[in-house]
């Protein structure tokens, strides 16, 4: 097993918590402030973001089992 040294275990740290910042809080945010989804119901624009939140959850998650399986992380 090959050790990994603090700046690229520190890099790849920052760059899991980019994602998820990015695709679980960002992207539900601005999917929101979209005109046909501010026009739309509740219950669409609640399922509509909900949906992309939990998609963008689950493919981090998968992402990162991938990589550590790969000996990535």
């Known amino acids: 097993m090959?050790?990994?040294?603090w700046m690229t275990a520190t890099v790849r740290g920052l760059l899991i918590v980019a994602y998820f910042v990015v695709a679980t809080v960002w992207l539900p945010d601005k999917i929101t402030?979209?005109?046909f989804i501010e026009e739309?119901?509740?219950v669409v624009r609640d399922v509509v973001?909900?949906?992309?939140?939990?998609?963008a959850l689950a493919v981090g998650i998968?992402?990162?089992?991938?990589?550590?399986r790969r000996g990535l992380i």
């Open 62 to 68: 998968w992402v990162l089992r991938r990589a550590q």
């Open 2 to 5: 090959a050790t990994m040294s």
């Open 49 to 55: 973001v909900s949906g992309v939140w939990f998609v």
């Open 40 to 42: 739309s119901s509740r």
């Open 33 to 35: 402030r979209l005109e």
